[in-house]
């Protein structure tokens, strides 16, 4: 009678140390075995930290601002950039993504300037929301200002505001910041003649209605 033939064992299994069993099936793995890893929390990608950026800016950003906000390369910023306007314009998305002023930023579409201009002005009669009217109060009494600084005093963002105000015609551009080259807003005579003023010495005193614990430099008096 023959012997069935023997299996040799693994060439690279030590002597005396036999493989542990695995578990049947449907069975949980030994209490003391080693979890398996999680996955990284990587975080947002590239482009949707681009465009999160973009969407929250008073001005144009700079590439190499975004290169250092996001740690990358400045030639990937760039390209990343230039690949978002192409898919937007590609898109027919009512937005567009423009270099401009040396930076980068998100505009309404040309074709789209109509219905954005009618959307404000068919509420020129309409009352003034409160982020309106604050922006405004910021504007008489710290022009000419900056949208940055605008946004600073208020604690929130204010560049859509600003644009409502200008296209209102209750503010106008007044130049740059010669340190920041930031545009610079005051008010036009249209807000003198709809508050009966004659002008921005009559606007009335603000300490009146501050609060006890206000910054001296928050606001200044006219």
Same mark, same amino acid.
């Given at each position: 009678?023959?012997e ?8 690279d299994a ?10 049947? &099936? ?17 975080g947002?990608?590239l482009? /949707? ?5 973009l ?13 250092? +906000? +996001? ?16 898919e937007?314009?590609? #898109? ?14 998100? *505009? ?15 509420? #020129? #009669? /309409? ?16 022009? &000419? ?24 015609g ?13 545009? +610079? *807003?005051?008010?036009?005579? *249209? ?5 009966g ?8 005193? +603000?300490a &009146? ?5 206000? &910054? ?7």
């Amino acid at each position: 009678m023959t012997e069935p033939p023997r299996e040799d064992a693994p060439e690279d299994a030590p002597e005396g140390v036999a493989d542990a069993p695995a578990p049947p &099936p449907g069975q949980a793995p030994p209490a003391d075995a080693a979890p398996a890893p999680s996955a990284p929390d990587e975080g947002p990608g590239l482009r /949707a930290s681009i465009e999160a950026i973009l969407l929250v800016v008073d001005e144009p950003v700079s590439e190499v601002t975004l290169a250092q +906000l +996001l740690e990358r390369p400045r030639q990937e910023i760039a390209a990343t950039l230039r690949e978002l306007s192409a898919e937007y314009t590609a #898109q027919g998305r009512g937005f567009d993504l423009r270099e401009a002023a040396g930076g980068w930023r998100f *505009y309404t579409r040309d074709v789209c300037a109509p219905v954005v201009e009618r959307f404000v002005t068919d509420g #020129q #009669q /309409a009352r003034l929301t409160q982020a309106a009217l604050e922006t405004l109060a910021v504007v008489a009494y710290r022009q &000419p200002v900056s949208r940055a600084r605008v946004s600073a005093i208020r604690g929130v963002n204010s560049d859509g505001v600003i644009r409502t105000l200008l296209l209102r015609g209750l503010i106008e551009e007044a130049g740059q910041d010669p340190e920041t080259h930031a545009h +610079l *807003y005051r008010t036009t005579g *249209y807000f003198l003649e709809r508050l009966g003023l004659r002008g921005l010495d009559e606007l009335p005193d +603000l300490a &009146p209605y501050l609060p006890e614990d206000l &910054p001296d430099d928050t606001v200044e008096e006219k």
